[in-house]
């Protein structure tokens, strides 16, 4: 950008008065010139020297020029070059002002003073001074050094060779670096292949760009090393896995994801576990987690094991667990609960009712909840589950990992805190397997849910999070708890009460006809005295009805009639259903209260933590506990069922219903909208489910 006409700066050599002059300072309507020729120093009103006839800029400083003094790149270069442009700066401070540095009331020495001495006899005297002292200096390079000093600071006082940029490449032939970015270019998007190849590559290149022998291809070491220092420089992945990562970053520049509210941002995803399980059919599998993870608390609101297949009803069963809290288990200590943790429990339950007697796990209503493209997610009965719920639902673009990066970081946690810990651990990948994982799996999945229930509530719950700072107090890491106690006192909380009917809204949907032989669907008849006086009756332009089923309750189902709903029964259920014995794991333990200290507190959940692990790994309680029976029947086994740290036979029950959270919805009476059996469907008589929907409609 050009100077405006008529403005002059400090440093500027003006003609005024028929001489050469100096802008030595502006001090508003008044300047002070420093005539070159040693005729002293005048004061002048600005106006009189912009109006005289002669005056003109004959050197101005630059446009633009910092007039604050650049020193930060000195701080790159090495002690003896900072301090010798240093010492020039003082050197030139002292021909051009007649003082050095910013002593301005020490009177100038002799031969630099500028009433007496002109600016060409201080050049001269400054060159003999330092020819004096030993370095070989003319006036030529003083005049030189002055002008680099107006133009670019102390930073063109260095040495320019100095000051070079050294390339990354070293010295590197730039032909044989086009080269091989080109040849990594070209293979972007095919099979990995070795160094060695590509080096023929680079050969095969250079020999068509400028003839065979004309340019050499380095050696194999020196050729590795510049391949590596291209790739880096360029941005161009050396494999296929590095392709694949680097095409599912984001652009830059990046943005962290922030949410100041509970519920605010829930991430969910499933992913397979590094762990085996032992199933229904004996067989040892990985178990599928999907798990929610609230952005703001970093709390694990919800975590659902199921077999390889997550369906899209334990999707929506993740979104109600999140809405309710985690009642205490019999075998759980008391510093468990929710009352002996740093929560605001008293505050909590005169809101919510349900909190009482519940684990120190928040309840977070979701906002947002963001998911990826799987079709366990973009389902119909997970959206219709989190529009009845009041939830948005926004979905991250196809192979983009990073838009949830929360949830997929706590895989990662999940897998190094807690599962390679549990008995049957796979590892990450084939090559850290070990050789007899499937003989290792001892736990079934129910089992495997109430070890990942505990863990959260005294693992994760209660782990200080390096990303979890209060803003009144920054250098404080807070664990999730604690974070959602102090952003609940902002926020508040909104209790979302469930009934029956909310359970059977969340459950998948289809439209299925009611004929003389009742609804049928998926090789099952349902049927009942329900259905009477509304077969071949249905007023939709279908001639259907909408039908709600649980995958994990198949002798039953609903229909959603002028009424409302009817429970209709499996034709077949009393065949092939039996009573079996519920699941049991009784520990003999005493019941530990919360001592007043929190460093009391956070030594139990350690050593609660450290004997849960310790538990997962053996696969067996401690000498203090009793083991855990697996659930069993009358009639025929079957073969290789495992349970506890021995092989056992027992009879494959037609209806298992795990006593967890993370199992299955609870079965519900619609006239009472209370949780209840069938008869082919006995429930155990210890069954644990999320929560009593009868008691809740009733408190609500």
């Known amino acids: 950008m050009k100077r405006p006409v008529g403005v002059v700066e400090v440093g500027d050599r003006i003609r005024f008065d028929g001489g050469t002059h100096v802008v030595a300072g502006l001090d508003g309507p008044r300047c002070r010139l420093v005539a070159e020729e040693g005729t002293g120093v005048q004061v002048l009103l600005l106006t009189q020297v912009l109006g005289a006839q002669d005056f003109a800029v004959l050197d101005a400083s630059r446009p633009g020029r910092s007039r604050v003094p650049v020193h930060g790149p000195l701080d790159g270069l090495d002690a003896p070059v900072r301090e010798k442009a240093l010492t020039w700066e003082r050197h030139i401070l002292e021909v051009e002002t007649g003082h050095i540095g910013s002593r301005r009331d020490w009177p100038p020495r002799p031969g630099y003073d500028p009433a007496v001495y002109g600016l060409a006899e201080r050049e001269a005297a400054k060159a003999a001074e330092l020819t004096a002292a030993g370095e070989q200096v003319s006036v030529a390079t003083v005049r030189r050094m002055r002008a680099r000093y107006r133009e670019q600071g102390v930073w063109g006082l260095v040495d320019g060779r100095l000051k070079r940029e050294r390339s990354a490449f070293g010295r590197a ?227 983009s990992g990073h838009a949830k990066g929360h949830v997929e970081r706590g895989f990662g946690a999940v897998g190094t805190l807690f599962t390679q810990y549990v008995s049957g651990y796979t590892g990450t990948h084939l090559a850290a397997r070990g050789s007899s994982v499937e003989d290792e799996a001892c736990w079934t999945l129910p089992q495997l849910q109430d070890l990942l229930d505990e863990w959260i ?59 003389d032989e009742g609804i049928r669907f998926e090789h099952r008849t349902y049927d009942g005295p329900a259905l009477n006086g509304h077969r071949h009756a249905s007023t939709a332009t279908d001639g259907k009805w909408e039908v709600h089923h649980n995958p994990y309750e198949p002798w039953r189902c609903w229909v959603r009639l002028p009424q409302g709903w009817e429970q209709v029964a499996w034709i077949h259920q009393g065949l092939v259903s039996q009573p079996f014995t519920d699941t049991t794991w009784r520990h003999i333990r005493s019941v530990v209260t919360r001592r007043t200290d929190r460093a009391g507190h956070e030594e139990h959940l350690a050593r609660r933590l450290d004997e849960l692990l310790r538990r997962a790994h053996t696969g067996h309680a401690d000498a203090k506990s009793s083991s855990r029976a697996s659930t069993a029947a009358d009639g025929a086994g079957v073969p290789g069922r495992r349970v506890g740290a021995k092989r056992t036979r027992r009879r494959k029950a037609d209806t298992d219903m795990p006593d967890s959270p993370g199992g299955q919805l609870p079965p519900v009476d619609e006239d009472t909208g209370t949780t209840s059996n069938t008869a082919g469907a006995p429930s155990s008589a210890g069954a644990w489910n999320i929560f009593d929907a009868h008691q809740e409609a009733q408190q609500w």
């Open 173 to 399: 032939d730039p032909r044989v670096v086009a080269a091989i970015k080109r040849a990594l270019e070209e293979q972007q998007g095919q099979s990995t292949g070795t160094l060695s190849r590509l080096r023929r590559q680079v050969g095969w290149l250079l020999e068509d760009a400028h003839g065979p022998g004309v340019v050499a291809v380095p050696s194999v070491a020196t050729f590795n090393r510049l391949v590596r220092s291209v790739a880096e420089q360029e941005q161009l992945a050396l494999t296929a896995a590095g392709q694949r990562r680097r095409a599912s970053r984001p652009v830059p520049v990046f943005t962290p994801t922030v949410a100041t509210l509970p519920g605010e941002l829930v991430m969910m995803d499933s992913t397979l576990l590094d762990v085996m399980v032992v199933c229904e059919d004996g067989q040892a599998r990985r178990p599928e987690l999907t798990m929610a993870v609230d952005v703001a608390t970093r709390s694990i609101t919800a975590a659902v094991l199921r077999p390889k297949g997550t369906k899209a009803v334990d999707a929506a069963v993740l979104l109600a667990q999140t809405l309710v809290p985690q009642p205490m288990r019999p075998d759980w200590p008391e510093y468990l609960s929710m009352a002996a943790s740093v929560i605001p429990y008293t505050r909590l339950v005169s809101i919510d009712a349900r909190m009482q007697g519940a684990a120190a796990r928040p309840v977070i209503r979701p906002s947002t909840v963001v998911i990826d493209q799987g079709k366990v997610f973009v389902s119909r009965c997970f959206l219709a589950a989190a529009e009845h719920l009041g939830i948005t639902v926004q979905p991250c673009p196809p192979a």
């Open 457 to 515: 509530v005294c693992g994760w719950q209660e782990r200080r999070h390096e990303r979890l700072r209060h803003p009144l107090m920054p250098r404080l890491t807070l664990t999730p708890n604690e974070m959602w106690a102090a952003l609940t006192g902002i926020a508040g909380h909104v209790p979302v009460p469930l009934n029956g009917a909310d359970w059977i809204e969340l459950l998948p949907s289809r439209r299925c006809a009611i004929t």
